[in-house]
């Protein structure tokens, strides 16, 4: 399933702030205590939520970009044309349990920092607003970062918060993470639905009426929003990156989103993929080697460049490794013949393993 959008990505913090304020009666703490005091962002129900607002504003790049020249060090590491899924790079390796796990970790150290910060904030709430009933939520902001899949935060948050130290858990001041994210959607009947993900702290084992108070923060959320609700599971839902359509983009680009709008080549076998692959590497060897028999036109190079392109990402999406195409020339003679090229050419190709 795929989602496009177009236009200018507009930022979701500042429309939960807003809607905290017109629909949820929130008040903005720091407004009131000095920027000094230890704190939640938000009092909201007269009160009755005390809510403190992370929003994940960088993109991971950096962190995973670290880990990932880590991992090239070892002999295991997989050569791939082009970028490549994390998963279809790790199945290549000795342990990808282990590698999975490393990745996950490093996607969660944003993610645990948060959790740190808010649930001192919120105790800190506690303790300055003490009363019987008080909801602490952390909302949890992806801003439009593809990292951050939904079932991905959903389970290193969980994760988290299950946690312990000493029998205790590590997050006691939480009683629910929200998260949500407009970069990920999925479809139901026929309308665009972004998650809105509720995880549980340890607080809501005994106090089980919190839950409805979360449930009316996301009914009003849904109201105010005029967008419907869908309860499930965030591992039983199939959510997807939305492919951001830019309104100006490279040729490279456009030729990415041209093959995603249409994988013509997703049903083909690896092996007629290969020979793709071999005949828009001999259209290129013509077109840049200096003392090649023939040069083919300027329309043909550049069907060959979009070809390569393509075949770059229906192999990424496979998880096919570079040496499993490594060229041959045998191959080459083959995709030559496909190609109607003519006998010089095929020569040139026979002659490969001789120069």
Request: aromatic share 8%; proline share 6%; hydrophobic share 40%.
């Amino acid at each position: 399933m795929r989602v496009e959008r177009r236009g200018k990505i507009e930022p979701l913090t500042p429309r939960w702030i807003l809607f905290l304020r017109e629909a949820m009666g929130g008040v903005d703490l720091d407004a009131i205590q000095s920027s000094e005091v230890l704190r939640a962002d938000f009092a909201c129900l007269s009160g009755l939520i005390a809510l403190e607002i992370k929003s994940l504003e960088e993109d991971g790049t950096e962190r995973m970009d670290n880990l990932t020249d880590e991992l090239r060090q070892r002999p295991d590491w997989p050569e791939f044309l082009g970028s490549a899924p994390v998963q279809a790079m790790t199945r290549h390796m000795d342990d990808p349990e282990a590698v999975n796990a490393k990745f996950v970790n490093r996607i969660g150290r944003a993610i645990v920092n948060h959790l740190k910060k808010a649930n001192k904030q919120l105790g800190a709430h506690q303790d300055n607003f003490p009363r019987k009933n008080l909801v602490r939520l952390m909302l949890l902001i992806n801003e439009d970062h593809e990292l951050y899949e939904p079932a991905l935060i959903a389970h290193i948050v969980q994760r988290a918060l299950k946690r312990t130290k000493d029998g205790r858990p590590l997050y006691p001041n939480i009683d629910t993470v929200i998260f949500t994210s407009e970069r990920h959607a999925t479809v139901k009947n026929g309308q665009v639905v972004f998650p809105l993900i509720a995880v549980e702290g340890s607080g809501l084992e005994t106090d089980i009426w919190k839950r409805t108070i979360v449930d009316h923060l996301f009914e009003r959320w849904a109201h105010w929003t005029h967008t419907p609700t869908y309860k499930g599971n965030p591992k039983d839902v199939d959510f997807t990156t939305l492919d951001h359509v830019p309104e100006k983009m490279a040729r490279q680009d456009l030729w990415r989103l041209q093959y995603r709008r249409r994988p013509y080549m997703a049903h083909i076998s690896d092996e007629d993929l290969r020979d793709r692959f071999d005949e828009a590497m001999a259209t290129s060897m013509l077109t840049m080697h200096k003392h090649a028999p023939v040069k083919p036109s300027i329309a043909v190079r550049d069907q060959a460049i979009i070809l390569f392109t393509h075949v770059m990402m229906e192999m990424s999406e496979r998880g096919i490794t570079a040496p499993k195409f490594a060229i041959e020339s045998k191959r080459l003679v083959a995709a030559a013949g496909r190609l109607n090229m003519p006998p010089p050419v095929v020569t040139w190709f026979e002659s490969m393993d001789r120069r």
